[in-house]
T-cell receptor, first 109, second 115 residues
């Protein structure tokens, strides 16, 4: 089966940088995705890594180390609107995606 | 609005009743996923289709749950003999398999309350 671990809560101030870690155990690993979900909303895609290294998309970057079964999401220049839950999700060769339980990010002024 | 729609948005039912939800994915997307999400948890995988073929179904899913995607377009998820533990948000997502990325676009969900 698959399992993922990520911190349950993170707090940071506006303008800061925050890193949300994700470790996983899975067979047939294919890639790691990150999704953002605001209260009452649906998850929205942020980033995807299939290969080791850093992917940058604007203020958000995601990193993957396949050998360490580890990834992280980096959010820069935090804004109040970034307060949300962030989920890492492992995709397997079979096409299934397993989500972590999410990290609640609170951005304070 | 991601282009994925779900109907109904809310459903209240009594224990023991059957319910059916519909998902309309983005038209050119070949993959369609169903998830269940409860408060404080991540989306829990239920099943997924590639075109009309159901390729994987969660072992956590009891025989009371069934899903179809008859023409490879919209999909339905049926829950028979609902139980209070079925109360959750049911999310549908679609994606287009191309290259490596598997960006899933989620619908707004159907919130089920079983009394």
């Amino acid at each position: 089966g698959q399992s993922l671990e990520q911190p349950s809560e993170v707090t940071a101030v506006e303008g800061a940088i925050v890193q949300i870690n994700c470790t996983y155990q899975t067979s047939g690993f294919y890639g790691l995705s990150w999704y953002q979900q605001h209260d009452g909303g649906a998850p929205t895609f942020l980033s995807y890594n299939a290969l080791d290294g850093l992917e940058e998309t604007g203020r958000f970057s995601s990193f993957l180390s396949r050998s360490d079964s580890y990834g992280y999401l980096l959010l820069q220049e935090l804004q109040m609107k970034d307060s949300a839950s962030y989920f890492c999700a492992v995709k397997t060769n079979a096409g299934k995606s397993t989500f972590g339980d999410g990290t609640t990010l609170t951005v304070k002024p | 609005d991601t282009g994925v729609s779900q109907d109904p948005r809310h459903k209240i039912t009594k224990r023991g009743q059957n319910v059916t939800f519909r998902c309309d994915p983005i038209s050119e997307h070949n993959r369609l996923y169903w998830y269940r999400q409860t408060l404080g948890q991540g989306p829990e995988f239920l099943t997924y289709f590639q075109n009309e073929a159901q390729l994987e179904k969660s072992r956590l899913l009891s025989d009371r749950f069934s899903a179809e995607r008859p023409k490879g377009s919209f999909s339905t998820l049926e829950i028979q003999r609902t139980e209070q533990g079925d109360s959750a948000m049911y999310l549908c997502a679609s994606s287009l398999t191309s290259g490596q990325a598997d960006t899933q676009y989620f619908g707004p969900g159907t919130r089920l309350t079983v009394l």
